[in-house]
């Protein structure tokens, strides 16, 4: 059974910085492309950071320079260190896992982001 878990959301100030993971089993994790999306109220889920099976890593422009993404093969997991938050971060993140190769896409439940003093 696949399973991919989101945890480390929470409220925090303007300028503050959180820590997001995502711990995936029951897939050959290796072999997936992992992505971080997220989704505002009343806004289209949209992508903001994903790193390919062989580490290449793209970001959205809104969030370059301020969210750092990575995965660690070995423990099956993905992070977003997102610093400096604004307001506009304030959304549900959710983790994907997605493989052309297996024709698998998965999806966590997500993660509340809110950015408000």
Do not use: H
């Not at 994903?50 to 793209?58: D, H, P, V």
């Amino acid at each position: 059974q696949v399973q991919v878990v989101e945890s480390g959301g929470g409220l925090v100030q303007p300028g503050g910085s959180l820590r997001l993971s995502c711990a995936v089993s029951g897939i050959i994790f290796d072999s997936f492309r992992m992505g971080w999306y997220r989704q505002a109220p009343g806004k289209q889920r949209e992508l903001v950071a994903q790193i390919t099976s062989g580490g290449s890593i793209t970001y959205a422009d809104s969030v370059k320079g301020r969210f750092t993404a990575s995965r660690d093969n070995a423990k099956n997991t993905v992070l977003l260190q997102m610093n400096s938050l604004k307001p506009e971060d304030t959304a549900v993140y959710y983790c994907n896992a997605y493989s052309l190769g297996f024709g698998r896409n998965y999806w966590g439940q997500g993660t509340q982001v809110t950015v408000s003093s």
